[in-house]
């Protein structure tokens, strides 16, 4: 090996245990980044191609008096197939939290004009946000 040196960090071999197998399928251990970001979207955007899913996630603020921006923090890209079992994972989470809080509220979605209509692909519409 051209690098002797050993691997060090949370990828290293020696620090993370096996995790045994279920039913044939590796489980995945989840190990945590300290450096992760966090990041709060109050709208999203939601594209598809024939090759995978984006999704944009962004903070709606007003910059101007009654004049809103989406500033986009991040935009996560996954395949159609990670992207159904996520949705089936945030679904059945939505649940859990109805069961134990209630009906979450829906919010309404506004059809932007014409003029603003978004490209082919485009899934969900962006979320505007509802006047006071």
């Known amino acids: 090996?051209?690098?002797?040196?050993?691997?060090?960090?949370p990828t290293a071999p020696a620090q993370i245990a096996p995790v045994p197998m279920q039913g044939g399928i590796i489980q995945v251990?989840?190990?945590?980044?300290?450096?992760?970001?966090?990041?709060?979207?109050?709208n999203s955007l939601v594209v598809g191609t024939q090759w995978d899913?984006?999704?944009y996630?962004?903070?709606?603020?007003e910059i101007a008096p009654m004049q809103f921006g989406a500033v986009e923090e991040v935009m996560v890209v996954?395949?159609?197939?990670?992207?159904l079992a996520f949705?089936?994972?945030?679904?059945?989470?939505?649940?859990k939290y109805e069961e134990a809080q209630g009906k979450v509220r829906e919010i309404k979605v506004i059809q932007p004009p014409a003029a603003q209509v978004a490209p082919a692909g485009m899934v969900a519409p962006e979320v505007?946000?509802?006047?006071?």
Do not use: C, W
């Open 29 to 42: 251990q989840r190990i945590a980044n300290p450096n992760r970001p966090v990041i709060y979207a109050n």
């Open 128 to 132: 505007i946000p509802e006047k006071k």
């Open 87 to 95: 949705v089936k994972a945030l679904r059945t989470n939505l649940d």
């Open 1 to 9: 090996m051209a690098n002797d040196k050993p691997v060090t960090g």
């Open 78 to 83: 996954m395949t159609p197939e990670h992207a």
């Open 53 to 55: 899913i984006q999704m």
């Open 57 to 61: 996630f962004s903070l709606v603020h």
